[in-house]
Nanobody, 126 residues
Framework: QVQRVESGGGLVQAGGSLRLSCVAS????????MGWFRQAPGKEREFVAA????????YHADAVKGRFTASRDNIKNTVYLQMNSLRPEDTAVYYC???????????????????WGQGTQVTVSS
């Protein structure tokens, strides 16, 4: 089983930047597609970004495209989410997740991710 620990969240003013990290342990990290999701109070969990096993392919939600970038370091067993030009509507708990299936397609569906971190709070003030 893959254990994941997110970090890097916090309070930032609109227009600022944060970088989230998710360190995974357990089974071979590089065998998993990794995703980032977020959940704001009273809302459903939504897809933010996904990254392929090698890191060569990424998929970002329209709401964050051009502002957020997912990346990974398979030596450090870590996936990152660089968040720039943050907006108040980006306020949420952010989760990393691992997709253990053999699929190649990068999924935006929460139910296709098997292992989830505990989340890290990101708050953007206006």
């Amino acid at each position: 089983q893959v254990q994941r620990v997110e970090s890097g969240g916090g309070l930032v003013q609109a227009g600022g930047s944060l970088r989230l990290s998710c360190v995974a342990s357990g089974r071979t990290f590089r065998s998993y597609i990794m995703g980032w999701f977020r959940q704001a109070p009273g809302k459903e969990r939504e897809f933010v970004a996904a990254i392929s096993r090698s890191g060569g392919n990424t998929y970002h939600a329209d709401a964050v495209k051009g502002r957020f970038t997912a990346s990974r370091d398979n030596i450090k067993n870590t996936v990152y989410l660089q968040m720039n030009s943050l907006r108040p509507e980006d306020t949420a708990v952010y989760y990393c997740a691992a997709d253990s299936d053999v699929r190649v397609r990068l999924s935006s569906r929460t139910f296709e991710y098997d292992y989830w971190g505990q989340g890290t709070q990101v708050t953007v003030s206006s």
